[in-house]
């Protein structure tokens, strides 16, 4: 169906109305809910020539929306079947340019609307080959072109790096992991970790690939993996590593001699999201020692205007949106609420050892939660930013020496 069509063919609305109406269709269209849709959510029989029924059709329209919205995600009918990349990745060794390679997380630049850790982000590769539903980087980049520095060690050397910087990540522009160190970047990486002991390069992955851990990487490397409870990663996170066997990965790691970490995250609200996420933490504990895991991060889904606009305008299945869509910290996301239930939920699922050996953090996440979610919270953005420092050093220093 043309949604577009459709809705310019209803009489009586402003443009703000139309917007609003194709953005809802938009993510009907997208989540595949049957029996849900404009056309059968929008009646047929009614009278065009009266401007109030128009409005008042509109209304009811959005407050079924808002009620869609606020149940949590049924997955049990959502089977998304679509091509992914059906001319597969072509690799870009000769793309990229060292003057654009350094970047920061993307928490709000401007006040503390979020507790930051002010990360700084390098970007070796640009563009992933998984196909994750909610990501931002495919929306960044050419869709089948990943692209990797060449002579990143070369620049790496050469870099001077702002003053204050502590802790990079890698992940921000693609998945770590995944190349390994085909293309010599790990390799690079570890260079440049042994030319900077006080620097924390954090590499993250959903992948499940091992064949780089017998690497003679620097512990100030730290290696993490993204973790979601099993449904969502199998409907959402397209050819991916399973959640299983992305902790057997990171217990291959950690049993190798390397520091590990993971983020829950994105969290997502879904029938039975519960039981999921804590079979999730259970496994994780189950598995891995407190002793070799530097950090926990905990989040959910957030979304920029731009995300949102790109994810329905790509036609590609999924239920991500299907959320209150709040307005949080100019972005959009569960309400705090919700956020609460989700994170404090995780949190009293991990033992007490844990909670004592690894330090747990909110991702990018509204400072009221901290407290109510974690028992512990911080003042200021410095203040969290100088405590995850001198944990993370400290672990690696504890390593160090053992």
Same mark, same amino acid.
């Given at each position: 169906m043309d949604i577009e069509q459709f809705i310019q063919d209803i009489p009586h609305l402003s443009f703000q109305q139309r917007r609003m109406l194709k953005e809802q269709a938009q993510d009907l269209a997208l989540w595949q809910i049957p029996g849900k849709s404009i056309s059968t959510l929008w009646p047929s029989d009614y009278d065009r020539t009266n401007k109030n029924e128009v409005r008042r059709i509109f209304r009811t329209f959005m407050s079924e929306m808002d009620e869609i919205r606020r149940t949590p995600v049924d997955y049990s009918s959502f089977n998304p079947e679509y091509d992914f990349r059906a001319g597969g990745m072509r690799i870009n060794t000769d793309f990229l340019s060292p003057d654009r390679i350094m970047g920061r997380c993307p928490c709000p630049k401007d006040g503390e609307q979020t507790r930051c850790c002010n990360l700084k982000t390098l970007d070796a590769v640009q563009q992933c080959a998984f196909a994750c539903a909610y990501c931002s980087i495919q929306s960044f980049y050419s869709q089948n072109e990943i692209r990797v520095l060449s002579d990143l060690r070369q620049h790496l050397e050469t870099m001077n790096l702002e003053e204050g910087t502590w802790h990079i990540g890698t992940g921000q522009s693609s998945d770590s992991l995944l190349l390994g160190d085909d293309y010599g970047t790990l390799s690079a990486l570890a260079s440049f970790a042994r030319l900077h002991p006080d620097v924390v390069v954090e590499l993250k992955t959903k992948s499940a690939r091992t064949d780089w851990?017998? /690497?003679? !990487?620097?512990?100030?490397? &730290?290696?993490?993996?993204?973790?979601?409870? $099993?449904?969502?990663a199998s409907k959402e996170e397209h050819l991916t590593a399973s959640p299983k066997a992305r902790i057997a990965a990171a217990k291959a790691c950690a049993e190798s001699g390397h520091l590990v970490g993971f983020h829950i995250h994105p969290m997502i609200l879904f029938k039975g999201w519960e039981n999921e996420y804590k079979s999730i933490v259970m496994s994780l504990c189950d598995n891995i020692n407190p $002793?070799? &895991? &530097? /950090?926990? #991060?905990? #989040?959910?889904?957030?979304?920029?205007?731009?995300?949102?606009?790109? !994810?329905? $305008?790509? #036609?590609?299945?999924?239920? &991500?949106?299907? /959320?209150? !869509?709040?307005?949080?910290? #100019?972005k959009f996301s569960y309400d705090l609420e919700t956020k609460r239930r989700m994170f404090s939920h995780v949190y009293s699922c991990f033992p007490k050892d844990w909670k004592d050996k690894v330090f747990f953090y909110l991702c990018m996440e509204d400072p009221s939660l901290w407290e109510p979610c974690l028992g512990r919270s911080y003042a200021c953005n410095v203040d969290f930013e100088s405590d995850m420092k001198d944990h993370y050093l400290k672990k690696i220093l504890e390593q160090t020496h053992s």
């Open positions: 851990i017998n /690497m003679d !990487l620097p512990r100030n490397i &730290v290696s993490t993996w993204s973790l979601n409870a $099993e449904t969502p $002793e070799n &895991v &530097v /950090m926990i #991060g905990i #989040g959910t889904l957030t979304f920029t205007k731009q995300n949102l606009r790109a !994810l329905r $305008e790509s #036609g590609r299945p999924t239920r &991500v949106t299907q /959320m209150p !869509l709040a307005p949080i910290a #100019g």
